[in-house]
């Protein structure tokens, strides 16, 4: 059994006293910095001068720097700029201020599980995901609660980082949910395989095929997009309420019979293989190898992938209904 630590499991004494330099102010970056001000810490933002980012920053309140001066500011350095963007900003500008005893934070463990980012032996790396958007780590925190997070600890010169993982993930609220310690290895590559197979990938193949299979055989586009897409988000909100069974048993039972005698159909050995198949190509990085040379080269496929999603039929009625809806601008 993983272990789960909570509020009493945790201190933020690690943290006091210390500089906290967050690199990158977007979706996570203005969360966490404003979860852990809120906590009492003292939090510096570093981003490029004078960016959209850094206006925000400032408006927030905070001090702003450019990332080489926070850097050496800080004691402990969190890293939340895009996972592509990060080797090159880390040897540019934070290797050459990360001395003995400094501490390296990470929100995924992509760059350190595949050698991309190779800190020094002698300053802690850890790492404190949050398993939401920052817009909900943040309402949750201002609503006395928390979303849950996963802690792992890469280097120990200290011998605290663990502590000092806690002390993070109880200045986002997190501990209150709770929070569950892993490793580099295994947020980073089971984080890769659920976005793949199900959360992300998985996901729209279903809803796309289901409205395609709905059109050929002669339904309305608006039927088919309320049934294959629209009402997805109500079920996935009654899963994320209640589980799979108080999903089932708030359903009819017609959608009960129906779903589980026809489901497994859908999905079944084959596409578990084929599952199979994707998560070998992440565990030998296969997958990392690809997208870093996708990234280098411009990212000319997943441009011409977004076109192909933006243009499908699904999206086009799509964003009519969330417009008469009122739901989309």
Not at 120 to 147: Q, W
Not at 180 to 198: M, P, Y
Not at 302 to 317: A, D, R, S, T
Request: net charge negative.
């Amino acid at each position: 059994m993983v272990k789960i630590y909570f509020d009493k499991d945790s201190s933020l004494d690690p943290l006091k006293e210390k500089t906290i330099a967050v690199i990158g102010y977007g979706s996570q970056g203005h969360a966490q910095a404003q979860n852990m001000r809120d906590s009492g810490l003292n939090v510096i933002i570093g981003v490029r001068p004078e960016g959209s980012s850094w206006k925000r920053a400032k408006n927030d309140g905070f001090e702003v720097y450019p990332i080489s001066e926070a850097a050496e500011k800080a004691d402990v350095i969190f890293m939340l700029i895009p996972d592509m963007v990060q080797p090159a900003v880390y040897e540019k500008e934070i290797a050459p201020h990360l001395s003995e005893g400094k501490t390296l934070d990470f929100a995924h463990g992509f760059n350190i599980h595949f050698k991309q980012i190779i800190p020094p032996e002698n300053v802690d790396v850890i790492m404190v995901a949050p398993k939401s958007p920052g817009l909900r780590l943040r309402e949750t925190y201002k609503e006395g609660f928390g979303v849950p997070a996963l802690i792992a600890v890469y280097q120990d010169w200290s011998g605290k980082a663990k502590e000092t993982a806690l002390a993070v993930a109880k200045a986002l609220g997190c501990t209150k949910a709770g929070v569950i310690e892993t490793t580099f290895k295994d947020e980073t590559e089971s984080d890769l395989i659920g976005e793949q197979t199900v959360l992300v990938g998985g996901l729209i193949e279903l809803i796309k095929n289901g409205f395609e299979v709905l059109v050929e055989n002669g339904y309305p586009p608006e039927l088919a997009y309320f049934e294959a897409c629209n009402e997805a988000k109500l079920i996935m909100d009654l899963i994320y309420e209640k589980g799979i069974i108080g999903m089932l048993r708030a359903v009819s039972d017609t959608a009960k019979y129906g779903g589980l005698t026809v489901g497994p159909k859908v999905i079944d050995e084959h596409v578990k293989e084929n599952m199979r198949k994707a998560v070998k190509y992440v565990q030998n990085g296969g997958f990392a190898q690809e997208w870093l040379e996708e990234h280098r080269s411009g990212e000319k496929r997943l441009k011409e992938l977004m076109k192909e999603i933006e243009e499908h039929p699904l999206e086009k009625v799509g964003r009519f209904i969330r417009k008469t809806s009122g739901i989309e601008d």
